[in-house]
């Protein structure tokens, strides 16, 4: 619901109300027993990410990684289908453990 005193294009400028962009965190735990091919790895995820025309920001340890994804466009958010896609691709990988992929939050303004 856009705020009533606050003029829509200072509303653009803040990113707030109808011009909110979403996105998600995501982790996983990367098995070090498993023979996970790590450049075929984050060749996949990139492949999808660009695919969905998404934006991913992540770090990571020999044994985990995590990250935040939202649109590539400016005014756009990423949706529960990217959410989904993501989920699903991350299971089809072998050698990944406790995957976890949050709800939408605001990108610039957290939950």
């Not at 705020?3 to 109300?17: A, G, T």
């Not at 075929?40 to 991913?56: K, T």
């Not at 340890?61 to 939202?70: A, K, N, P, V, Y």
Request: charged content about 30%; proline content about 2%.
């Amino acid at each position: 619901m856009a705020n009533p005193k606050m003029k829509r294009r200072l509303r653009k400028k803040l990113y707030l109300d109808d011009f909110a962009v979403l996105g998600f965190d995501f982790s996983c735990e990367i098995d070090s027993n498993s023979e996970l091919d790590v450049d075929g790895f984050f060749d996949g995820l990139i492949q999808l990410i660009e695919s969905r025309n998404l934006l991913i920001g992540g770090v990571g340890t020999e044994t985990e990684f995590s990250g935040f994804i939202t649109s590539n466009e400016r005014y756009s958010s990423a949706t529960d289908e990217d959410r989904e896609a993501l989920k699903s691709w991350f299971d089809s990988v072998k050698g990944l453990d406790n995957i976890k992929v949050e709800p939408l939050c605001d990108a610039h303004y957290g939950y």
